[in-house]
Nanobody, 119 residues
Framework: QVQLVESGGGWVQAGGSLRLSCAAS????????MGWYRQAPGKQRELVAT???????GYVDSVKGRFTISRDNAKNTVYLQMNSLKPEDTAVYYC?????????????WGQGTQVTVSS
């Protein structure tokens, strides 16, 4: 019943921008920590950006100042605005929804969307 539907990936030249979207259903979105991860060929999946239910955000150092995570709780959607893209940003980007409490929790992933940045 849970779905994380990603969109917005594609091909851009270095210096360009993309906005990724992840529409969630079947979860308690407003209480969930949302995140974006990426995995490049031959590399381990890494955390790129997070947005917690209390409004806190965080970024991996390599994207600070270029990427912005945001969420719209009314639309159950989390976004990743990516500016000044570099070839090293090329990866499959995954949406994540996570909730951990004493009595209930979940950890879900989207299907991934390809981002390719040409040099």
């Amino acid at each position: 019943q849970v779905q994380l539907v990603e969109s917005g990936g594609g091909w851009v030249q270095a210096g360009g921008s993309l906005r990724l979207s992840c529409a969630a259903s079947g979860i308690i979105f407003s209480n969930s920590s949302m995140g974006w991860y990426r995995q490049a060929p031959g590399k381990q999946r890494e955390l790129v950006a997070t947005s917690t239910s209390d409004g806190s955000t965080g970024y991996v150092d390599s994207v600070k100042g270029r990427f912005t995570i945001s969420r719209d709780n009314a639309k159950n959607t989390v976004y990743l605005q990516m500016n000044s893209l570099k070839p090293e940003d090329t990866a499959v980007y995954y949406c994540n929804a996570r909730l951990i409490t004493r009595f209930f929790g979940y950890n879900y992933w989207g299907q991934g969307t390809q981002v390719t940045v040409s040099s």
